[in-house]
């Protein structure tokens, strides 16, 4: 493996890290921003998707995501705790500006362990700067709180 195939893992790497605590902590510029401009973002879970596109439908996710956020947090006697984590992150490289991955996560919540699933992404390098071009998550599995 080349130096220049590792800097490139590690990029990549670090983007969905960014995405993961950005999203968590409520910075939803720095969020979308992980995205490239045209980006298509499909949300499945039990058999129903849901694809946001681009920046704009990004932010209407967030939206959405954040109203659900605070109520299920109130219903949590106002225990706003969000994390996501990524694991085995598998990240294979198309040619030297494209790549692909696959990763598992989970989310815990305020109570513990709320869902998981797959990260299956598309990356670019944009002008020195690597995006996610598409992201399919898959909820595969959910705890009732």
């Known amino acids: 493996m080349h130096t220049s195939e590792l800097i490139v893992r590690e990029c990549i790497r670090e983007l969905v890290a960014r995405y993961n605590s950005s999203g968590d902590s409520g910075r ?15 949300l499945s879970e039990g058999g129903t998707s849901t694809v946001y596109e681009g ?11 954040r109203d659900d956020f605070i109520d ?7 225990m706003a705790y969000l994390r996501h984590s990524a694991t085995t992150h598998v990240i294979s490289l198309v040619d030297a500006r494209h790549a692909r991955g696959r990763a598992y ?10 869902h998981w699933g797959t990260y299956v992404d598309e990356y670019a390098d944009l002008e020195g700067r690597w995006v996610i071009t598409r992201r399919k998550i898959t909820i595969e599995g959910r705890i009732a709180s």
């Open 28 to 42: 939803f510029d720095d969020f979308v921003e992980c995205f490239a401009a045209d980006a298509t973002l499909e």
């Open 72 to 78: 299920d947090a109130a219903v949590h006697r106002g």
């Open 55 to 65: 920046h704009a439908g990004l932010h209407s996710m967030l939206a959405k995501a």
């Open 105 to 114: 996560f989970n989310v815990v919540r305020s109570w513990g362990l709320d």
